[in-house]
Nanobody, 128 residues
């Protein structure tokens, strides 16, 4: 089990770029078979998988967000980052970092229910 803590700005203006960080403790983000993901939940809606980065460094994205989102990692600091550009008010949501230890297929990666460890989430509001 790992502990995850999201951090980032709570308020972002439309058209700006969002940068979020997930600080991981309890294990290394490069440990075999770990997958690290970003999931968000807009107000009144369900969980939306955004993308993931594997222990290998390979990245996977939701087709709907692939053109705007980028996931990276800092191995030395044990952090996973999310950047998303061209923000819109509909990007307002609680953003979660989550992790899964174990093999996941590409299909399984995109299901929030497959992730075992979650951060508490961070609210991001897109508004001028």
């Amino acid at each position: 089990q790992v502990q995850l803590q999201e951090s980032g700005p709570g308020l972002v203006k439309p058209s700006q770029t969002l940068s979020l960080t997930c600080t991981v403790s309890g294990d290394s983000i490069t440990t075999n078979y770990y997958y690290w993901t970003w999931i968000r939940q807009p107000p009144g809606k369900g969980l939306e998988w955004m993308g993931a980065i594997a222990y290998t460094g390979s990245t996977y994205y939701s087709p709907s967000l692939q053109s705007r989102a980028s996931i990276s990692r800092d191995n030395a600091k044990n952090m996973v980052h999310l950047q998303m550009n061209s923000l819109k008010p509909e990007d307002t949501a609680v953003y979660y970092c989550a992790a899964k230890a174990g093999g996941l297929s590409v299909v399984e990666l995109s299901s929030a229910r497959n992730y075992d460890d979650w951060g508490q989430g961070t609210q991001v509001t897109v508004s001028s």
